[in-house]
């Protein structure tokens, strides 16, 4: 269990070093999930900070994470990019996998682009291809807001209807169609991990709704629930669950695919940003 005014402190800590090299203050963040690396490529780039300069901030282990915090502009618009997220598989107690996004809203973002790589389980899915999250499934993982609330930032019971933005969820959809990739939409069942699901868990999940199935986004959607920021999210399902698909899951083949199809998710996060404005943020 955190101490509420320790964490408190290193929240505005790291907020207060971020804030000191920026040159403005972003209200966009995006999480460079697994494959979209690329996108700082198409993004003017004022600021790298490693992760290890920011006070407080966890280290990022999880292969193909840089581990660094990079400012810029994407599609006019100033972001926050986190290459390298954090995940409870890592060790990290779950105050610290979402520490991160306490910060940005301490910093003032007000939206917040989740990406991932997933295992599909919808039967209409392919590999690669893209899932947009519409809402989740986590009941068997350790709350994001488990221990002493933080009512700077929200509420001790958050609402959880529309954790994901229905507004964003329709840019999304239109983002993708506008650019000529295809995309579902469905729920995302969290996993702790790291060990991937079992057939018979992904028989379970399919039978209540699941369309896809990953160790990360959803701590971090509901802490950016609570605290007021909207939340935009998308999947690369990257291989098939365990059980459909027809051979032994691995990292080679993750990584295989979402690299198959890194151009068309930087693209596809692109697109969004250039949509959104305004009091869309």
């Excluded at 490529?41 to 280290?59: H, K, M, R």
């Amino acid at each position: 269990m955190f101490d509420k005014n320790e964490y408190i402190s290193a929240i505005s800590d790291a907020s207060e070093y971020i804030k000191s090299r920026c040159i403005e203050v972003p209200k966009i963040c995006i999480v460079l999930g697994s494959g979209l690396s690329h996108l700082a490529d198409i993004c003017t780039i004022d600021e790298e900070i490693p992760y290890s300069d920011i006070p407080g901030f966890p280290l990022s282990t999880a292969p193909g994470h840089a581990g660094k915090l990079l400012i810029g502009t994407l599609s006019g618009k100033r972001v926050f990019m986190l290459s390298g997220r954090f995940h409870y598989y890592e060790g990290y107690e779950i105050s610290k996998v979402v520490f991160y996004v306490r910060v940005m809203a301490k910093l003032g973002v007000k939206t917040l682009i989740l990406t991932n790589a997933a295992g599909g389980i919808l039967d209409e899915m392919t590999t690669p291809s893209f899932m947009i999250i519409e809402d989740h499934l986590s009941f068997f993982a350790e709350s994001a807001l488990r221990g002493p609330n933080l009512e700077e930032f929200g509420v001790r019971f958050p609402d959880q209807t529309h954790v994901y933005d229905q507004e964003y969820i329709k840019i999304l959809e239109e983002s993708a169609s506008s650019i000529g990739i295809d995309i579902l939409k469905g729920v995302y069942a969290y996993s702790k991990g790291p060990q991937y699901e079992t057939p018979a868990e992904i028989r379970a999940l399919k039978m209540l709704g699941a369309g896809a199935v990953g160790m990360s986004t959803v701590p971090e959607a509901i802490t950016a629930s609570h605290c007021g920021i909207r939340v935009a999210a998308f999947s690369c399902i990257s291989n098939l669950a365990a059980g459909i698909s027809s051979g032994l899951l691995s990292e080679e083949e993750v990584l295989e695919n979402v690299n198959k199809v890194s151009e068309n998710s930087c693209r596809l996060v692109q697109k969004f940003v250039s949509r959104i404005g305004g009091e869309l943020i």
